[in-house]
């Protein structure tokens, strides 16, 4: 598969699984309260 997309505009959800794909390839990053929304967490990287 290929995916063309703007930078920090994507995200993946992994629960209870090991580093696998993009968090692999770039790090996890924990939800928080701050992070719970899915805009909030894009939003954080723009």
């Known amino acids: ?17 090991p580093d696998f794909g993009l968090g692999k ?3 996890n ?4 309260k701050a992070t719970h929304t899915e805009k909030q967490r894009l939003k954080k990287h723009t």
């Open 1 to 17: 598969e290929t995916y063309n997309v703007d930078s920090h505009q994507y995200e993946n959800i992994y629960i209870n699984m």
């Open 29 to 32: 990053e924990p939800v928080s």
């Open 25 to 27: 390839a770039l790090g």
